[in-house]
């Protein structure tokens, strides 16, 4: 099964900036779109960013922010390293979370996708 490694989450003030990693151990060009999910505690895991991989409609057929990061945040990918970064700035306490990688590639059945995660990298933002 394809493994995907999350790397660069730690602590940062606010204001500053982080550079999450997410390296696929085989090529991404297996997934549909690949992404960055976080979980705040208590709280159900939400989509902060996504790139498709593949030519699809899934994750919208674009690059996708959720609002709150829009401006600060920036998804890209490197294609030869198979490796999706998660480029953060400004950071705010707001956005303390546990951060997961995503891969999805589409299958034939419901719910016609399939979900592949990281382990998850903890980002605190705090003074």
């Known amino acids: 099964q394809v493994q995907l490694v999350e790397s660069g989450g730690g602590l940062v003030q606010p204001g500053g900036s982080l550079r999450l990693s997410c390296a696929a151990s085989s090529s991404i060009f297996r997934f549909t779109a690949m992404g960055w999910y976080r979980r705040y505690p208590g709280k159900e895991r939400e989509l902060v960013a996504s790139?498709?991989?593949?030519?699809?409609?899934?994750?919208?057929?674009?690059?996708t922010y959720v609002d709150s990061v829009k401006g600060r945040f920036t998804i890209s990918k490197d294609n030869a390293k198979n490796t999706v970064y998660l480029h953060m700035n400004g950071l705010k306490p707001e956005d303390t979370a546990v951060y997961f990688c995503?891969?999805?590639?589409?299958?034939?059945?419901?719910?016609?996708?399939?979900?592949?995660w990281g382990q998850g990298t903890q980002v605190t933002v705090s003074s």
């Open positions: 790139i498709p991989i593949s030519s699809s409609i899934s994750f919208g057929g674009t690059t």
């Open positions: 995503n891969a999805r590639k589409d299958t034939t059945g419901v719910p016609y996708y399939r979900d592949y």
